[in-house]
């Protein structure tokens, strides 16, 4: 019965931004981590970032670290991850993760759909 559903994806001129959102319904008892990750065209999953959900302790990819900020609502079992600054680099289907964490993609045990950025030059 779990269920992470996204939403904020879209398309956005270099140096623009944009806000994802994942809200997540079910069991999430053993979501120590709740997170993103990102796959763009021919290359692997990789780590975004991710928050603890009890202390609210933040790991970002170095890459995004001064640009984007992942935030949570536990009370409404949502995360965020505000995106400025973006650049076509970005480009990449997000997918929001749930589990255990936290940087490996193995470490995670629910997934949601993905939802497409697309940062343009």
């Known amino acids: 019965q779990v269920q992470l559903v996204e939403s904020g994806g879209g398309l956005v001129q270099a140096g623009g931004s944009l806000r994802l959102s994942c809200a997540a319904s079910?069991?999430?008892f053993n979501w120590y981590y709740h997170g993103w990750f990102r796959q763009a065209p021919g290359k692997e999953r990789?780590?975004?970032?991710?928050?603890?959900?009890?202390?609210?302790?933040?790991y970002y990819l170095d890459s995004v670290k001064g640009r984007f900020t992942i935030s949570r609502d536990n009370a409404k079992n949502t995360v965020y991850l505000q995106m400025n600054s973006l650049k076509p680099e970005d480009t990449a289907v997000y997918y929001c993760?749930?589990?255990?964490?936290?940087?490996?993609?193995?470490?995670?045990?629910?997934w949601g759909q993905g939802t497409q950025v697309t940062v343009s030059s």
């Open positions: 079910g069991g999430t």
């Open positions: 990789e780590f975004v970032a991710t928050i603890s959900r009890s202390t609210g302790s933040t």
């Open positions: 993760a749930g589990g255990r964490g936290v940087y490996s993609e193995n470490a995670y045990d629910y």
